[in-house]
Protein backbone atom coordinates (compact mmCIF):
# COMPACT_ATOMS: atom_id res chain seq x y z
CA UNK A 1 0.00 0.00 0.00
CA UNK A 2 2.68 2.63 0.80
CA UNK A 3 4.88 1.59 -2.15
CA UNK A 4 1.83 3.00 -4.56
CA UNK A 5 0.77 5.45 -2.25
CA UNK A 6 -2.66 3.64 -1.85
CA UNK A 7 -4.77 4.09 1.35
CA UNK A 8 -7.32 1.32 1.36
CA UNK A 9 -7.76 -1.77 -0.47
CA UNK A 10 -10.87 -3.56 -0.71
CA UNK A 11 -11.36 -7.40 -0.44
CA UNK A 12 -12.78 -9.67 -2.88
CA UNK A 13 -13.67 -13.21 -2.99
CA UNK A 14 -15.33 -15.48 -5.44
CA UNK A 15 -16.27 -12.13 -7.00
CA UNK A 16 -18.27 -10.90 -4.07
CA UNK A 17 -16.77 -8.03 -2.01
CA UNK A 18 -16.08 -9.43 1.81
CA UNK A 19 -14.10 -6.47 3.06
CA UNK A 20 -11.55 -3.26 3.26
CA UNK A 21 -8.29 -2.57 4.63
CA UNK A 22 -7.10 1.01 5.06
CA UNK A 23 -3.53 2.26 6.27
CA UNK A 24 -6.00 3.37 9.86
CA UNK A 25 -7.05 -0.37 9.94
CA UNK A 26 -3.53 -1.44 9.67
CA UNK A 27 -1.89 0.85 11.88
CA UNK A 28 -5.01 0.11 15.09
CA UNK A 29 -4.36 -3.86 14.36
CA UNK A 30 -0.95 -4.79 13.37
CA UNK A 31 1.28 -1.99 14.85
CA UNK A 32 -0.74 -1.04 17.93
CA UNK A 33 -0.72 -4.18 19.15
CA UNK A 34 2.57 -5.15 18.35
CA UNK A 35 1.95 -7.75 15.07
CA UNK A 36 3.88 -8.54 12.29
CA UNK A 37 2.43 -8.34 8.53
CA UNK A 38 3.98 -11.07 7.78
CA UNK A 39 1.94 -13.21 10.53
CA UNK A 40 -1.23 -11.83 9.91
CA UNK A 41 -3.72 -12.85 7.60
CA UNK A 42 -5.79 -9.70 5.54
CA UNK A 43 -8.76 -11.51 6.98
CA UNK A 44 -7.65 -11.67 10.29
CA UNK A 45 -8.08 -7.74 10.31
CA UNK A 46 -10.13 -6.56 7.54
CA UNK A 47 -13.41 -4.46 7.76
CA UNK A 48 -16.41 -6.44 7.17
CA UNK A 49 -18.78 -3.40 7.89
CA UNK A 50 -18.99 -2.75 4.69
CA UNK A 51 -20.88 0.58 3.67
CA UNK A 52 -20.73 0.82 0.12
CA UNK A 53 -22.25 3.60 -2.29
CA UNK A 54 -24.01 2.76 -5.95
CA UNK A 55 -23.08 4.63 -8.88
CA UNK A 56 -26.29 6.67 -9.07
CA UNK A 57 -25.63 8.15 -6.12
CA UNK A 58 -24.18 12.00 -5.58
CA UNK A 59 -21.84 13.59 -4.52
CA UNK A 60 -23.31 14.77 -1.59
CA UNK A 61 -25.42 11.67 -0.43
CA UNK A 62 -21.95 9.56 -0.71
CA UNK A 63 -20.20 12.41 1.51
CA UNK A 64 -23.45 11.97 4.00
CA UNK A 65 -22.62 8.11 4.03
CA UNK A 66 -18.90 8.98 4.73
CA UNK A 67 -19.93 10.93 7.70
CA UNK A 68 -22.02 9.45 9.18
CA UNK A 69 -20.81 6.14 8.95
CA UNK A 70 -16.90 7.31 9.81
CA UNK A 71 -15.23 5.68 6.78
CA UNK A 72 -12.98 7.85 4.01
CA UNK A 73 -13.14 5.10 1.32
CA UNK A 74 -16.35 3.72 -0.05
CA UNK A 75 -16.63 0.82 -2.78
CA UNK A 76 -19.32 1.68 -5.26
CA UNK A 77 -21.73 -1.89 -6.31
CA UNK A 78 -23.78 -2.19 -8.81
CA UNK A 79 -25.90 -4.79 -9.03
CA UNK A 80 -23.48 -6.67 -6.26
CA UNK A 81 -20.83 -6.10 -8.45
CA UNK A 82 -17.55 -3.97 -7.20
CA UNK A 83 -17.06 -1.28 -10.15
CA UNK A 84 -15.42 1.00 -8.32
CA UNK A 85 -13.92 2.66 -4.97
CA UNK A 86 -14.25 6.89 -4.57
CA UNK A 87 -12.39 8.12 -1.43
CA UNK A 88 -13.24 11.48 0.78
CA UNK A 89 -10.56 13.10 -1.05
CA UNK A 90 -12.51 12.19 -4.54
CA UNK A 91 -15.52 13.70 -2.71
CA UNK A 92 -13.89 16.94 -1.88
CA UNK A 93 -12.32 17.76 -5.42
CA UNK A 94 -15.32 17.01 -6.53
CA UNK A 95 -17.03 19.72 -4.42
CA UNK A 96 -14.34 22.11 -5.27
CA UNK A 97 -14.33 21.92 -8.56
CA UNK A 98 -18.18 22.54 -8.85
CA UNK A 99 -17.51 25.61 -6.47
CA UNK A 100 -14.99 26.77 -8.51
CA UNK A 101 -16.74 26.37 -11.96
CA UNK A 102 -20.08 27.91 -10.02
CA UNK A 103 -17.89 31.10 -9.29
CA UNK A 104 -16.16 31.23 -12.59
CA UNK A 105 -19.39 31.51 -13.93
CA UNK A 106 -20.71 34.57 -11.81
CA UNK A 107 -17.62 36.58 -12.78
CA UNK A 108 -18.34 36.31 -16.37
CA UNK A 109 -21.83 36.88 -15.60
CA UNK A 110 -21.03 39.83 -13.46
CA UNK A 111 -18.68 41.34 -16.24
CA UNK A 112 -21.06 40.59 -18.87
CA UNK A 113 -18.90 38.00 -21.00
CA UNK A 114 -21.37 35.23 -22.53
Known amino acids: MAENNIASLVVVEDGILVGIISERIYAREIILKGRTSLGT???EIMSTRLVYARPDQSVQECMAVMTA???RHL???QDEELIGIV???DMVKSVLGD????IEQYEHYMHGDR
Open 41 to 43: LVR
Open 69 to 71: KGV
Open 75 to 77: PVL
Open 87 to 89: SIG
Open 99 to 102: QAFT
